[in-house]
DNA sequence: TTATAAACGAGACGGTACGTCCTGTCTTTTA
DNA sequence: TAAAAGACAGGACGTACCGTCTCGTTTATAA
């Protein structure tokens, strides 16, 4: 969590007039209400603008397409990454999960991803974006609790730790997409539970 | 097409010029070509009108809108659903999800789906369409062959069905939605072994 | 004044839907009511549009540029070109030059013809339209004056006519173009005389 | 203004940063050199300040729209008037009438002078200095030719001399108006001789 | 046979949004 | 304090599609 940003960051002397930070704020904030309201397809750059109070070129001026402007706006809204140590790693674990699933599948975080995936391919680069600045980070974190579960011998040491982050994130997952339905704590609880108890049993 | 009707067609008696199949079978290969080339976001009626040689309210009369185009498109384009019964579950399901998976992570109809639950909650009866023409009847063939296990006592009594099958296919979607790439036929094949095992195993 | 169309125009088999006659008249009369209200530099085929109730594509699909659409209007709101026959070449001559004089400097025909030369190089077919379509015929009219005055000697056989009329609209127009102001009758009809006086006075 | 200004311009006490006269220079150099590329309606302000090498808001720190910058661009651009004096009035008028027509339909000048009357009503105080400025001198010039020739018997004592001028300067005017084309020094002249000739002609 | 009905292609309709350009103003840093 | 640089709100540009609506034409069935 230390900053990596390397130190002699040299303030480049930018000319001209600054970019008003307010502008910047607003028009994030109305990206978010009018996903909320008419969804991704439904949203327009004029109308952001509009709910922002400013003029349409300020939008373009930051950025260069809807795809761009709805993942810098998702991502600003995400819910912060923060990991409870319990001391009980399946408890942290389903805590931590059950966040995630909640947040891909009911807030406009997940959509965009949905979005983004099913124009892949023009849009690789914004995808990377989306993995390395919100699924990287989440899955890392559930890795670590993983690890210290294997550390403390509660997960046998040949545990495939990916394939069991993949079990505990697609299945719920799976359900939203093939439902259309946020999935609740519960359900996020209840598989990682279910995979939590295959993995700590021997194999046949 | 003059006489011998078959005993079970009811021959609506319709009126005036009957509708030329060969337009309707341009218009969906067109959609399909189109989804190919450009995408779902960016498919237009008037593209797959001009590609179909055909007028634009040729289109709006069988289709009233772009997403149930595109659902009859990738509908009929899906391959037809053929299970295989070599006398070995685990091989019959691994054969199985495999073809299911490579299909919904490189053809267009994994799009489909994506565009459908991203645009949720206004195409909600859409979505079920998908999911009563191509999910379940998939889902209740991998069921049906959970079941024969079981009953043939190659898996628990006990075992959550449901929950097994959400991992078997939410594991390879997960890691599609996730890097945008589609999942090949070994990594499928790895995810249901695994989730095999770990249901023949005896708990803890 | 009788029509040279051809006999034969075989009224070619238009395709597709018609387009509207009264959005041709609603554009157009927008176009002259807002010539008026802000000038050719403050119009816009946007407010054309608006005052007009029309979409813009629709202007634009009949017009493909303001200076055409502004043509279009213009010479739709020019007065029909009559000419009175009292039998004295003077006072008819009097008579047309001071309505065509009046009509250039104080209607938007006469803003148009300018806007149009000072435009000039890029619209040299649009100000051969107004040309044909408006002065030429005007000049043609006065010419056949002048033709009928020299006919029955009123005039000398070798006046040069051209001359003759660059001179009396030339001086009118002139002034309005270094005052900015309509030319009224009176002056237009003194500088005919004027003219007239020293066509028909024997050279020195 | 406090003190005896001595004669010889005493360097006015500027504070601060004094402007900078070179900017002054491009930027009416561009205006000149857009003018002829791109013509009057073409021609933006960014466009100006962007090949002068200069900041948007120092154009507008001297000149408060495109139309005043254009009038002192074409002023300065206008060849300074001067008069032969060659002892024959007619040889003296066909000179300077030719020069001014030539330059009037040839030069940005003349296209100033159409914008401006084109605008009219938004401008009469623009239109005013381009008169006051250009028109005016250059009619006094004709005028007091036009006198000597009367004062030497030349011209009869009663001629009405702003209708000679307007009618010298009028109809190459509206040859120019009408076709579209500069009129070249010949045919000028030829205007000059004529009316000349009226002019001295007695009344019938 | 002849209507009649519905489909066909073509294309115009009123609209919305696009992404760009320019306007004239307002900061900021540099000189 | 003016310079350049550049962001600001705003507005018009000309284009692409939207979904609907005539048109004139074509094609089957029903009268």
């Given amino acids: 969590m230390t900053s990596a940003r390397p130190p002699a960051a040299p303030a480049p002397p930018r000319r001209g007039r600054p970019r008003d930070e307010r502008a910047e704020q607003a028009i994030l904030a109305a990206t978010v209400e009018l996903l909320n309201d008419v969804g991704f397809a439904g949203l327009s750059?004029?109308?952001?603008?509009?709910?922002?109070?400013?003029?349409?070129?300020?939008?373009?001026?930051?950025?260069?397409?809807?795809?761009?402007?709805?993942?810098?706006?998702?991502?600003?809204?995400?819910?912060?990454?923060?990991?409870?140590?319990?001391?009980?790693?399946?408890?942290?674990?389903?805590?931590l999960v059950a966040r995630l699933i909640v947040d891909m599948t009911s807030a406009p975080i997940g959509r965009a991803i949905l979005a983004l995936t099913g124009d892949a391919g023009t849009h690789t680069d914004l995808a990377q974006r989306l993995t390395k600045d919100y699924l990287t980070p989440r899955r890392d974190a559930l890795l670590a609790i993983l690890r210290d579960a294997v550390a403390a011998g509660e997960l046998p040491r040949d545990l495939d730790l990916d394939l069991t982050l993949d079990l505990m994130l697609g299945a719920p997952t799976y359900r939203w997409l093939t439902t259309g339905r946020p999935v609740d704590q519960k359900a996020a609880r209840a598989i990682v539970d279910a995979v939590w108890r295959t993995a700590t049993a021997p194999p046949a």
């Fill in 45 to 95: 750059i004029e109308a952001v603008a509009a709910r922002a109070g400013v003029g349409r070129p300020t939008v373009y001026r930051r950025w260069p397409s809807k795809m761009e402007l709805v993942i810098d706006a998702v991502l600003r809204l995400a819910p912060p990454l923060t990991v409870d140590h319990s001391g009980d790693p399946l408890t942290d674990l389903k805590e």
